[in-house]
């Protein structure tokens, strides 16, 4: 976030199991210094609650807007995409390009901005036959860039838990994500995750 203009370094499109996306998430911002994860929690909440257990430490937590910007915050983790959200999330996206404070070289993303419009109810989706993920997951990410900076803010008067230790100067020096593996490696993320669904499991059976 120190950077300007901001630049998209990284994107995936694929079918993943929900455990697996947590998992990637999880590898994929520690490689990233601890990124500042935001993930949609209007569906399956599995890849939130993976990185709930292992104690992710930069997560998203919703905010209720009541009239004022960042009005505060929830302890729900996750953005929502809603009626209200969604309309936010095209300005303030339409404000980046517009101030070209962002870099977009995804080839995938720009084709899919081509078909993005207006339906007749006033709705910003893809027009029929097109798909809108990528675009939505990118204006999603720069929601999380203010977010972060108020977070940030946030923590430094003392209003928030204090984040984790980075260095801005590195990238963090952790294995190049990929696929999971089939068995979880004795303390890793993978097996406190498997470990707490377990404990679930049985909660509900007994």
């Known amino acids: 976030r120190d950077t300007w203009p901001y630049e998209v370094v990284a994107e995936f499109t694929g079918n993943l199991d929900p455990h697996e996306f947590g998992a990637m998430i999880y590898e994929v911002g520690q490689y990233y210094n601890w990124a500042y994860a935001g993930i949609e929690n209007n569906a399956d909440l599995t890849p939130i609650e993976y990185l709930r257990v292992n104690e992710y430490p930069n997560m998203h937590y919703q905010c209720v807007i009541e009239g004022r910007v960042y009005d ?90 204090s984040g984790p230790e980075v260095d801005p100067d590195r990238i963090y020096d952790a294995p190049r994500w990929g696929a999971v593996a089939e068995e979880a490696q004795p303390g890793s993320p993978d097996e406190r995750f498997e470990n707490h669904m377990a404990r679930k499991d049985a909660a509900r059976l007994a």
């Open 72 to 161: 505060k915050q929830t302890d729900k983790i996750g953005w929502n995409t809603n009626v209200r959200t969604r309309r936010k999330l095209r300005n303030d996206a339409l404000r980046m390009l517009r101030e070209k404070g962002i870099e977009i070289k995804s080839e995938r993303i720009l084709t899919q901005m081509e078909t993005f419009a207006r339906g007749k109810t006033g709705r910003w989706e893809a027009i029929q036959g097109a798909h809108d993920d990528r675009v939505l997951a990118w204006m999603i990410a720069v929601q999380m860039l203010e977010y972060a900076g108020l977070v940030d803010d946030w923590r430094e008067e003392g209003l928030l838990e």
